[in-house]
Structures are given as C-alpha cells and as structure tokens.
C-alpha cells in the first residue's frame, strides 16, 4: 500500500515540456496513473478486455470514438471532467495544448494500437 501526493505530481509534471506518464499502480486489474500529454494525437487504440477511464485533472482534451460500423463521435472534456470509453472502442485523443489526465487503462495485453485509420 502507498499513499500518492497527486497534487505534487500533478505540479511535477506541469514543468514539463514532453509527454510523461506517471504511474500509480493498479486498480482491480487496470493500471492507473498520471498522464502529461503535450500537444498532438495519439495513435488510434481499442481495448477488448475493458473500459477506459481519462480523469482531466488540468486543460482540455478531444477524445474521438468510433462506433461499430465506423461512425464517428468528438468529445471534449475540459478540467474535472471524466469520460469512459467502452470496451471494445476504437478511440484516439487529441491535446491542442499540454493537458493532465488522471486514466485507468485496461492491462496491456488486450491493446490494439495503429496510427492508421482502424477502418480506412
């Protein structure tokens, strides 16, 4: 057991000009932890083995999801909002300026990543 001072990494990683994950373990089978993304997009991801969960702690993030048959929906949680994506879907984030992000991940084995368009 460990007790995480978030607001010290939160500020930690406020000082930083790349991309760092700060993690703080797991929790009932996801890895959870801190993230610092600097402006960009990730690659595209999908999970089949659960749900993942972006706490934004500090700026805005986009987060766009795909549905089954590949139809697209935009997200944009700002400070203190939280979003879930499903298991199962394809989603890729989208910082314009640094952003914090407080996720729990599914385990890594169940991760499906491609920066090419899942469906295009």
């Known amino acids: 057991m460990k007790v995480y001072d978030v607001n010290a990494i939160r500020e930690h990683l406020g ?3 790349e ?17 610092r993304y600097v402006a960009g997009t990730s690659p595209w991801e ?3 083995n659960g749900d993942e ?7 805005e993030l986009e987060i766009e999801v795909l549905g ?6 935009r997200f944009t949680i700002g400070d203190g909002s939280l979003f879930v994506v499903p298991s199962g ?3 890729q984030l989208t910082a314009r300026a640094p952003v914090t992000v ?3 991940s599914p385990a890594e084995e169940g991760a499906e990543r ?4 899942p469906f295009g």
């Open 89 to 91: 879907r394809w989603h």
């Open 15 to 17: 000082t930083l000009s």
């Open 19 to 35: 991309r760092k994950n700060e993690s703080l373990g797991r929790y009932d089978g996801s890895n959870l932890g801190i993230g």
């Open 53 to 59: 969960l972006f706490w934004v702690t500090g700026g």
């Open 102 to 104: 407080l996720y729990a």
């Open 114 to 117: 491609t920066r090419k368009h």
């Open 46 to 48: 999908c999970h089949s």
């Open 68 to 73: 089954e048959d590949g139809s697209s929906e």
